[in-house]
């Protein structure tokens, strides 16, 4: 093995976390790198990918902190660690600021409140891959940027292999960089990989028996190798079970142009969703993420069909920015319609019988305001609910997509990795997609993806600069 090189801070991982972490290091003085996995100047990873809007928990960044912290608390169901929901709702408004310094553009990316933060251009309101050039395309790239004028390195083809431990510290890594070895000595060691939602082995192993029945609505680049290193060094793991994801036409796991957009969440939510006997299975008013995780748990991951009526495509199904009406059929999903349940349950492959019987038994209770006795109950968290009965209807085989990993590495609200015993490990820090603790649990609360990562990127680097 050749000379280490050597750094006051090195990320493991050029998304939103690990660029964040290394300029804000970079910008504070400290000798900064970032260790990347992908070879290409346009290296794949879901920070690139991202839609851009940077909110939290679907509020404005820009909210005063009592109003953030309350936001992530309701969402998250007050599972959340205070440590770190304390940290977003103080620093979320001045990491936006930051980014804008950086070369950041934001836009009003919809009329929605909370998608005044939306990095410019944003996403086209078109079904399947549209990132290139495209606001968090364009951050990257000119995150990147600023390293190099900063002294920082951004060592491309680089994969970061284990950590670097003398006496319980972590020194540094070892990589590996065009078939050869490579040793980073390191003060600070910043985990920002992403997490490991394209790992098939941790997926099983946490989250659901059969991956390959579950979309990857990822990169594809953030493999859980982070998470083994953190783990090899006496790190604590938290909320591995859980994950943020949505729900995707049963077509996208052979149809590239029906995914990471539309999702189908809008529309499950305000119908209903049956399983191959025509029957309702789970609580659909608890929302796409929660459906999605029930989904990838199941044995028979593919068995879900969303059954709605006209008034339900013709609103909830166009309310999104990329929406399923006309988005999905347009590019190819599937969509069954019929003039009766019956019929429909004949296209879609389903018993038309049982399937109308579970229509009439769903439409009693929402008449007679009896949800909660109907089985699985049925709440309105995710809105409110109407009858199925005005033709034509609408059958929509459906697949629960993986996005991003909820749980990980267990941090403080400095971004220190954790033993189990709370006390941090010396050198070791952790940001982004590849920690827990803030997010999931049993309410499955979002925080927020791009917020989490750029928030603790900065975190990691002041700590370790001493601010
Ligand atoms: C389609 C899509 C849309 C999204 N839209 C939004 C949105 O609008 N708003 C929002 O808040 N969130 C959104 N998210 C989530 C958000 O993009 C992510 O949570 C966030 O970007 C994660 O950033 P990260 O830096 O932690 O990880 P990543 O962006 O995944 O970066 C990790 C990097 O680490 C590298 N790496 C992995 N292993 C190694 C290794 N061993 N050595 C070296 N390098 C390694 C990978 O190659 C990758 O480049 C979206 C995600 C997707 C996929």
Redesign the pocket.
């Known amino acids: 093995m050749n000379e280490p090189l050597r750094f006051d801070l090195v990320a493991?991982?050029?998304?939103?976390?690990?660029?964040c972490a290394a300029l804000r290091a970079a910008e504070l003085g400290l000798r900064a790198a970032v260790?990347?996995?992908?070879s290409d100047e346009n290296?794949?990873?879901?920070?690139?990918?991202?839609?851009?809007?940077?909110?939290v928990s679907y509020h404005d960044v820009k909210l005063g902190p009592d109003q953030l912290l309350a936001a992530i608390n309701q969402r998250t169901g007050d599972e959340t660690d205070p440590q770190l929901a304390t940290a977003i709702a103080a620093n979320a408004g001045r990491t936006v600021e930051w980014l804008a310094q950086q070369g950041a553009r934001f836009t009003q990316g919809s009329p929605i409140a909370w998608h005044r933060f939306?990095l410019a251009p944003p996403r086209r309101p078109v079904a399947g891959q549209d990132?290139q050039g495209r606001g968090?395309d364009r951050l990257l790239s000119a995150l990147g940027r600023r390293l190099r004028e900063r002294q920082g390195r951004l060592l491309l083809g680089?994969?970061?292999?284990a950590l670097r431990l003398k006496n319980g510290e972590v020194t540094g890594i070892d990589?590996h960089r065009d078939g050869a070895d490579l040793a980073v000595d390191a003060r600070a060691v910043v985990i920002?990989?992403?997490?490991f939602p394209g790992n098939a082995e941790l997926f099983r192993r946490y989250i659901g028996p059969r991956p390959d029945r579950v979309l990857m609505?990822?990169?594809g680049?953030?493999?859980g190798?982070?998470l083994k290193?953190a783990a090899e060094a006496g790190a604590a793991l938290i909320g591995l079970d859980r994950f943020?994801g949505h729900l995707m036409s049963r077509d996208a796991m052979e149809n590239t142009a029906l995914?990471?957009?539309p999702q189908i969440d809008a529309v499950a939510t305000a119908g209903i969703v049956v399983d191959r006997d025509g029957g309702r299975f789970l609580d659909e008013g608890l929302g796409g993420i929660a459906i999605a995780n029930e989904l990838a748990r199941l044995d028979d991951q593919l068995c879900a069909t969303v059954i709605c009526d006209a008034p339900i495509w013709e609103t909830a199904g166009s309310s999104a920015q990329i929406p399923p009406n006309p988005q999905l059929p347009a590019a190819g999903g599937t969509v069954h319609q019929a003039g009766t349940i019956e019929a429909l349950g004949r296209l879609a492959g389903l018993p038309g019988d049982s399937l109308a019987a579970t229509v009439a038994e769903y439409n009693d209770a929402v008449r007679f305001n009896r949800l909660t006795t109907l089985l699985p109950g049925r709440s309105e968290l995710a809105g409110a609910v109407r009858p199925i009965d005005t033709p034509p209807f609408f059958a929509i085989p459906i697949c629960a997509g993986i996005?991003?990993t909820f749980g990980g590495i267990a941090i403080d609200g400095h971004g220190r990795v954790k033993r189990p015993d709370g006390s941090p490990i010396t050198g070791l820090y952790a940001?982004?997609?590849?920690t827990g603790g803030l997010e999931g649990g049993s309410a499955l609360g979002y925080v927020?993806?791009?917020?989490?990562?750029c928030v603790f990127?900065l975190l990691v680097a002041e700590h370790a600069a001493g601010r």
């Open positions: 493991i991982g050029g998304g939103f976390a690990g660029l260790i990347e996995a992908g290296y794949l990873c879901s920070s690139r990918w991202a839609g851009g809007i940077f909110h939306t990132w968090p680089t994969r970061a292999r990589a920002a990989d992403g997490g609505r990822h990169a680049t953030a493999i190798d982070g290193m943020y995914w990471p957009y996005t991003n940001a982004g997609g590849s927020g993806g791009l917020i989490k990562a990127g």
